[in-house]
């Protein structure tokens, strides 16, 4: 078996996506989903993120590391955020979350049916980050150009219709979000989005710490805002992904810490496209309750 990280690993990633159960991976996927979703086991006390890729992952896990140390920013400025939550479904991510003492902390982006199904009947806390579905298309063509091993797409115009058919990492964004939200309800799950963070970042600092049974003070609810802001999180190189190796990431092509806003979809979409997302998004959302998201 090839070591994760090995010259011979290295040398078998490929750009061409795995397709399990009609969803691409890339090559850093673990080789058997199926293994993961039914051998992985689940402990209550497990604090676990769970996001579509560009739905602001990074920012949500800076915020639940941070209420976990009571704002005290040292872990997150001296261990590297995917050692801090290891990635599930990467090839090195059980090995990752198993060397952590309890809790454990991991993230993942894989979609609901493909997750290890003991999360469903333990006591771990989940957070689901979401995010106005234009937005991460807009980050994700900008990101995935950076990533080595994704597939290279040269236009925003193929990129967007890529998107809109699930035919970019992780597959449909609609079916993600949708699956996920079947666990709305369940008290050990919080959805939360990315607009929420930027319209009150203190008051969802606020609801994260209790929902994680850690309720901070004002100081330290304080403390954690001042390293979660995006200037602060750009500059750590713990959370900015400037340590990703360069045989993955592209640093010369743009960064994780584009821009960190809400809207600039705006800046990209033409009119034609503005009105080709709608139309798929009514279909695909039609069964969810209006008024679910922030940016409906």
Not at 51 to 69: A, D, F, M, N, Q
Not at 72 to 77: F, T, Y
Request: include cysteine; aromatic fraction near 14%.
């Amino acid at each position: 078996m090839t070591e994760p990280g090995s010259l011979a690993w290295v040398a078998a990633l490929s750009r061409d996506y795995t397709w399990v159960e009609g969803v691409p991976f890339l090559s850093t996927t673990t080789g058997d989903l199926g293994a993961l979703r039914d051998g992985f086991v689940v402990r209550d006390g497990d604090i676990v993120t769970v996001s579509y890729p560009k739905s602001g992952t990074t920012w949500i896990l800076e915020i639940v590391h941070l209420v976990h140390t009571r704002g005290d920013p040292r872990w997150v400025q001296s261990v590297v955020s995917w050692e801090r939550s290891p990635w599930l479904e990467k090839a090195t991510g059980v090995g990752g979350i198993n060397r952590q003492a309890d809790p454990r902390f991991y993230t993942s982006h894989l979609p609901l049916h493909l997750f290890p199904t003991s999360l469903f009947t333990s006591k771990a806390k989940c957070v689901y980050v979401m995010r106005n579905p234009r937005d991460i298309l807009v980050s994700g063509y900008h990101f995935w150009k950076t990533i080595k091993i994704a597939k290279y797409t040269e236009s925003f115009e193929v990129y967007f219709e890529k998107f809109l058919q699930g035919e970019v990492p992780f597959g449909s964004w609609f079916d993600h979000v949708g699956g996920w939200l079947q666990m709305r309800g369940k008290e050990n799950f919080l959805f939360i989005s990315y607009e929420e963070l930027h319209q009150d970042i203190r008051a969802s600092v606020e609801q994260i710490s209790r929902f994680l049974g850690t309720e901070l003070n004002p100081e330290e609810v304080d403390s954690v805002l001042q390293h979660v802001t995006f200037q602060a999180m750009k500059e750590n190189k713990m959370s900015n992904f400037s340590l990703l190796p360069d045989f993955l990431m592209d640093h010369s092509k743009g960064c994780l810490m584009r821009k960190g806003i809400a809207g600039d979809w705006r800046n990209h979409f033409t009119v034609a496209q503005t009105e080709a997302f709608d139309r798929v998004y009514r279909e695909k959302m039609a069964g969810l309750p209006r008024g679910l998201f922030p940016w409906d």
